[in-house]
């Protein structure tokens, strides 16, 4: 089964950055993921169930 997460895509999180943004650029993907904000560019690395859990819209890069 193929991945619905690539490095370079923008998920829409349910809850927004406390910068105010709601998206995050995918720099990592694996059991982890490494996410950076496109709002402040801070990064995270956030397990992977939680970005699964709390994602509401993938945009793939072009």
């Known amino acids: 089964m193929p991945d619905r997460f690539d490095v370079g895509d923008v998920i829409r ?3 927004p950055h406390p910068c105010g943004s709601h998206e995050w650029e995918i720099l990592r993907v694996g059991a982890d993921f ?3 904000c496109v709002g402040c560019s801070h990064q995270i690395m956030v397990p992977r169930r939680l970005v699964e859990k709390n994602t509401k ?5 072009s």
Do not use: G, N, T
């Open 13 to 15: 999180m349910k809850k």
């Open 57 to 61: 819209e993938i945009r793939k890069k």
């Open 34 to 36: 490494r996410l950076k």
